[in-house]
């Protein structure tokens, strides 16, 4: 008879497998990717290392799934602000704002998962959630042209500048703190609202 897992063991299966990926994302905050190494993980799930790999063939595959959920949440964050009833150009630099803000609480953790090298397996999420927020941004900003807010141009490429200028907005101040955080995303948002030819 084939062995079959029963409920039980499956939820503390999936349980095993949440507090893995939270232990990932706190060794990631503490020592960036660099220095995280899958023991620290396992001791702070509170599984053993060849748990931790019965979940994830690789180190490279963790910390994949790890920033993908961090990103993911993140966009849910900016989509949500996204869609408010504000008009458009308003709805792009909240978005700006809102993402800007939340980075800058992230302080380490977020400069790993914005500037720090990493393996491909791991930077090809990073990539995917560049493309997705350039697609956030690219439809705000048709949005705005065809509501006669912004000049006619190519929504793609203004949504690609936009995270381009964000992120690397956010490098020094995550990495030293040399500007206040409310006069940084202020400026940001001006910029990016400017950029795009809209009202500041």
Same mark, same amino acid.
């Given at each position: 008879?084939?062995?079959?897992?029963?409920?039980?063991? @499956?939820?503390?299966?999936?349980?095993? &497998?949440?507090?893995?990926?939270?232990?990932?994302?706190?060794?990631?905050? @503490?020592?960036?990717?660099?220095?995280?190494?899958? #023991?620290?993980v396992a001791a702070g799930a509170g599984v053993s290392t060849g748990s931790v790999y019965r979940h994830f063939p690789s180190k490279s595959a963790l910390f994949a799934e790890m920033l993908r959920e961090v990103c993911a949440r993140e966009y849910a964050v900016a989509a949500a602000v996204a869609v408010t009833a504000e008009p458009p150009v308003q709805r792009l630099g909240d978005v700006v704002e809102v993402f800007a803000h939340r980075s800058l609480l992230g302080g380490? #953790?977020?400069?790993?998962?914005?500037?720090e090298p990493m393996d491909p397996e791991v930077d090809q999420v990073r990539l995917d959630a560049r493309r997705e927020l350039s697609a956030l941004f690219a439809g705000l900003i048709d949005e705005g042209i065809r509501a006669g807010e #912004?000049?006619?141009?190519?929504p793609y490429t203004g949504g690609a500048a936009i995270?381009?200028?964000?992120? @690397?907005?956010?490098? &020094?101040?995550?990495q030293d703190g040399a500007l206040d955080p409310d006069d940084l995303v202020a400026e940001l948002r001006a910029f990016c609202v400017r950029a795009v030819g809209g009202a500041a």
């Open positions: 008879m084939a062995y079959r897992r029963t409920a039980l063991m @499956e939820a503390r299966l999936a349980a095993d &497998r949440d507090r893995i990926l939270v232990a990932a994302c706190d060794v990631v905050r @503490e020592a960036g990717f660099a220095g995280a190494k899958i #023991l620290a380490r #953790l977020a400069y790993a998962v914005i500037v #912004l000049p006619v141009q190519n995270i381009g200028a964000v992120l @690397e907005g956010l490098v &020094r101040p995550l």
